[in-house]
Structure formats: C-alpha cells, structure tokens
C-alpha cells in the first residue's frame, strides 16, 4: 500500500501546505489515538516539539485530536527528540509525538510518532493511522464522559538532563573540557548546554536564542561552520553542533576539522569493542556509510550491516540482530544500551568520555580511519519517475561497470522532498566525481 502522509521519518513537508495542515493535524491525532487506545486503563500521550512557530498551531490540533479519541495529553514543549521517545517509557505512556521538521528551515514542520516502547511506530501501523484518516468516521469520537485532558510536565528538562548524564560511566567527568555546542536554535538550546556544564565542561554555547524562524538557519549540524570557526577562536577541545530536534549531531576536532557520523560510530564501536560491551559483533548503519569503515571493521573482525537509509531501518537491524550500535553518516546515533532513537548529546558524551579517559585530543581520538573518497550530490527532477528512464538506466549500469566491485554506486529517492540522491564511492576521486556529475545530468535532463 503506498503511502499517503508518512515518509521515512513519520510526517513532513511545508507548512499549511499539502497533508501539514491544523485540519490533518487534528485528523492524525484522532486516528492516532484510536489505534493505541487498547484496554480499560487511562491512556496517555506525550507530546513534545522543537522552536519551530508553526509548532504552536500543530501542538494544539493534534492535542483536540487525541482528547476527542479519550486519550490525556502529557505537554513537555521544547524538548530533543530522544527525551521524548525517553519520556514515553519513562512515564508508561501508550504513544509519543515530536513536532518537528528535524533540520529542515523553519517553513517546514512534521509529525514523529513512538509506540509504548519508545520506538518509532512500524510501517503498518502508520498505514493504519493513515487509513483511519481518510476512512475514520464520527464513531470513532469519545462521548464526553470519555474525553481525555491536557496536562503539562513539570520538570520535564530536568528528566532529560539526569538521563543524559546517567549515559556516561560512572565516575568520569568533563572537568577541564571546553566545549563549544550549537544547538541550532533548536529543541535542545537549555538541555544541552545544561548537562554539559552539570558535568563539569567549560561550555560556549551557540544557537540558543530561538524566535520561531531561526532553527537550523546557518547553525546547527547541517551549517556547522561557525561552530568550527568558535572552536578555533575560543580554543575548545571539541565542538557539538545538534539539529533542530537532536536527534542527530556532527562534530569538530580542536583544530575545527569536521568529524561525521562515520568516524563518530567507529569511536564508539571499537572503545566499546576493547570495554567487553559491543554487541550484534559490529554495527548497523545504512547504504550511505563509506567504504572506509567498513574497511576498518573488517580489520578487526567486526561486521558493518547496512540497510536502506533512514535511522528506523538501522534500529529495526539492530534490534533483531542484537547489535547495539547504530547509526548513520549524517549524524543520527543509536546506542540501544541507552535510546531507543537517535541522541546527538548522549553520543556526544560517548566521545568526550573517550577523549577523557585516553588523554588524547579529538583530532586523534576521531580520526578512526581514512574515507574512503565518496561524493553525494542531491538533484532535483520534474518527471514521475526519473529513475525508470531508459537514458538515465543506461548510464547507471555504466557507471556499476565501472566501478566494477572497486567502489559503489547509492542512487535513491528522497523520502521527504523530490529529489534523487546520487552518491559514488571509489579509490579514485576524480572517477567518483565524474560518475556522479553524469548521472545527474541524466536525471535533471528526464
């Protein structure tokens, strides 16, 4: 069944455009509600959202969604992705929902769910959800007496704080660390800077005056260059720039060299392999991961699992192959130890506790291999299916020629904007590059 509103990452798009209206909103909540309402207990949902302005008009539809199915609304407001999925279990709540477009611009918001158990909701029963909102009728409306209500949290970044810090082991610190965290005027611009400096960091904080308008606006993970620029100036030992919501993170070294989310899943995989706690003999991550890790992991009798981009295929390996570290190149970590989601400040810690306890600067601690040379451009296309081209077919099998087993070839459509992601990967850079500028002038020309 193809999907209507859902994409690889629950709901997202423009706002007040398309299927992110109040109206869809408030449809969702109900149909959402409806499907989790299982049993005689009090139901309960947790609903969190980044800085977003348009999280003031979906925070309430999707709250007169959930009451009118008898479910009571839990509203902790700005909080991180994770601390949500976090708070699902940690209250026992039936359902958890993120308002938020991630690291899109601030015209763009969305909608992520979590089951009971703090992890994102299956294909099927986003399908379901999807379903009752087209075909969910007046029947499925409570009578007043069964009304849920709404209710706010109280310390609900203080939770979330005392769970981050309780991710480092017991007995390390962060004295003496100056750290530099962007928090890109997003969802974590109080917890992070927060549970750094509780745990004993010289914290310089960027990105933590939201209004509505700046989340990810040249800040953040996807803009991390004034970070590398703050690092330098203010000579930190390390920088953390967080996404809108913070589920994700990209680093950089002392020295302002960015270290992505490949390197940063070495680290933790290989210090955990020596501490006796890896599990699943290696770690998941996605077709995007460069070849170099792999390289690296094979060197040591670790195994890289790849699935299909997107960080719910990644938990959903993890999970039925018992590994427990995950993640992707972008910056989304899963530590299951832990989260249930990706945790850009818990994968943090992770790193600073290595820096901590080597006694090595990050450029040394976060240079675990050599990538491999890999480019990935993203190219906009108008036709329907521009991957079902005869001309752009024919230059995809000469490109897998090519490359002949030497390298590797990722061509996918964008789950959330239309666009088809073309990345290459070889021991010859020019090689790659040329590939890959071919390819997308095959698709823009379809």
Request: aromatic fraction near 4%; charged fraction near 25%; include cysteine.
């Amino acid at each position: 069944m193809e999907r209507k509103y859902f994409g690889t990452d629950g709901m997202r798009g423009k706002v007040n455009v398309g299927h992110m209206t109040p109206d869809i909103a408030m449809r969702v909540g109900l149909a959402a509600g409806q499907t989790f309402i299982r049993g005689d207990h009090v139901h309960r949902v947790v609903i969190g959202k980044d800085t977003r302005r348009s999280g003031y008009m979906f925070e309430p539809a999707l709250t007169a969604g959930f009451i009118a199915a008898g479910m009571d609304v839990i509203l902790v407001g700005p909080m991180p992705t994770p601390a949500v999925a976090m708070l699902v279990k940690s209250l026992r709540a039936d359902l958890g929902v993120m308002i938020s477009a991630s690291h899109n611009p601030h015209y763009d918001n969305g909608i992520k769910f979590f089951g009971p158990d703090g992890y994102k909701l299956s294909d099927e029963q986003e399908l379901e959800i999807e379903r009752l909102v087209d075909e969910g009728g007046d029947d499925i409306l409570k009578p007043s007496e069964k009304l849920g209500k709404a209710m706010r949290l109280e310390d609900e970044k203080g939770r979330y704080v005392e769970y981050a810090k309780g991710t480092v082991p017991s007995g390390v610190r962060l004295d003496g660390l100056k750290v530099v965290v962007d928090c890109a005027n997003g969802a974590a611009y109080k917890v992070a800077p927060t549970a750094l400096w509780e745990l004993g960091a010289e914290v310089i904080p960027m990105g933590v005056a939201p209004n509505g308008f700046n989340i990810n606006d040249g800040c953040g993970s996807t803009s991390p260059e004034a970070m590398c620029a703050k690092v330098i100036t203010e000579r930190a030992d390390i920088g953390i720039a967080l996404d809108g919501d913070a589920d994700r993170l990209i680093l950089c070294d002392e020295r302002g060299q960015i270290v992505d989310g490949d390197q940063i899943m070495a680290l933790i995989t290989r210090n955990w392999h020596r501490r006796g706690i890896l599990k699943g003999g290696g770690l998941v991550s996605t077709v995007m991961s460069n070849l170099g890790l792999e390289r690296l992991l094979e060197g040591e009798g670790l195994t890289l699992e790849r699935t299909k981009v997107g960080d719910r295929y990644v938990v959903e390996r993890m999970r039925s192959g018992g590994f427990n570290v995950g993640g992707e190149q972008s910056g989304h970590i899963v530590l299951n130890d832990f989260t249930t989601t990706g945790d850009g400040l818990v994968s943090a810690l992770q790193v600073m506790t290595e820096i901590i306890q080597s006694g090595v600067p990050a450029s040394k601690a976060c240079a675990q291999f050599d990538p491999v040379p890999q480019t990935l451009k993203s190219v906009r296309f108008s036709a329907d299916a521009p991957l079902e081209n005869e001309t752009v077919k024919k230059a995809i099998a000469a490109a897998e020629a090519e490359l002949n087993g030497s390298g590797r070839l990722v061509i996918r459509k964008s789950g959330t904007e239309p666009v088809i992601r073309v990345m290459a990967e070889g021991d010859d850079a020019a090689q790659v590059n040329r590939i890959v500028d071919t390819i997308c002038a095959e698709v823009q020309s379809a």
